[in-house]
């Protein structure tokens, strides 16, 4: 696959604008802590790297991915905000919980950011092991959570040029 050719993370072909002007929340799942807190690490590292400062950076944790949503949705019916990265790691169990989680997320985060008319940034990783998560919280296939920080500057700045 091509996952297997390439860190995910290298934005090194891209222009990061500087973060400096912007704000942002970070909403971090508490369940698979190993993954997420190397997610976390990564994207807070990655938004002082590009000019963020400490005091614009809002972190909240939640118990599960699932609860994400209302993390979010809550920080940005509460904070004055630029964007909003929420990080978590579900994991494939015996069962089907993982499909209506991992759905049930995905589709709720996206709604978050149509309700706030705001960047909601999904780096939540789905994995069939914990293996693939850990490579991509700062293993082989880079940090997700680098992704998401930069994601979050990049629809910032491009928000702020509407
Ligand atoms: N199995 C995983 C969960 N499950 C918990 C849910 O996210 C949620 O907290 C619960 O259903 C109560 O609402 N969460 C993860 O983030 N990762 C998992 O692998
Ligand atoms: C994604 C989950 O909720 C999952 O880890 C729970 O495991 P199981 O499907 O074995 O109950």
Same mark, same amino acid.
């Given at each position: ?24 929340? *970070? ?9 997420? #807190? ?22 909240? @944790? ?8 209302? #993390? ?7 904070? @004055? ?19 209506? *989680?991992?759905?049930?997320?995905? %589709?709720? *985060?996206?709604?978050v950011g149509i ?5 909601v ?7 069939? %092991?914990? @293996? ?14 680098? @992704?998401?920080? *930069? ?9 702020? %040029?509407?």
């Open positions: 696959m091509a996952t297997n050719l390439k860190n995910l993370s290298d934005f090194s072909h891209t222009t990061v604008p500087s973060g400096k002007p912007y704000k942002f929340g *970070i909403v971090v799942a508490a369940w698979n802590a190993e993954v997420t #807190g190397a997610l976390y690490r990564g994207a807070y590292d990655s938004l002082i790297k590009h000019g963020v400062t400490e005091e614009n950076i809002t972190s909240v @944790e939640v118990a599960g991915s699932f609860e994400l949503i209302a #993390g979010a949705d809550l920080m940005l019916s509460n904070k @004055e905000l630029d964007a909003v990265i929420t990080l978590g790691c579900v994991i494939q169990g015996e069962t089907r919980h993982f499909d209506f *989680i991992c759905n049930a997320v995905a %589709n709720g *985060i996206a709604n309700k706030h008319t705001k960047p940034i999904f780096g939540v990783l789905t994995t069939d %092991n914990q @293996e693939q998560a850990l490579d991509r919280a700062g293993g082989k296939h880079g940090n997700k959570g680098d @992704e998401a920080a *930069i994601t979050a500057i990049k629809m910032a700045a491009f928000t702020s %040029n509407l």
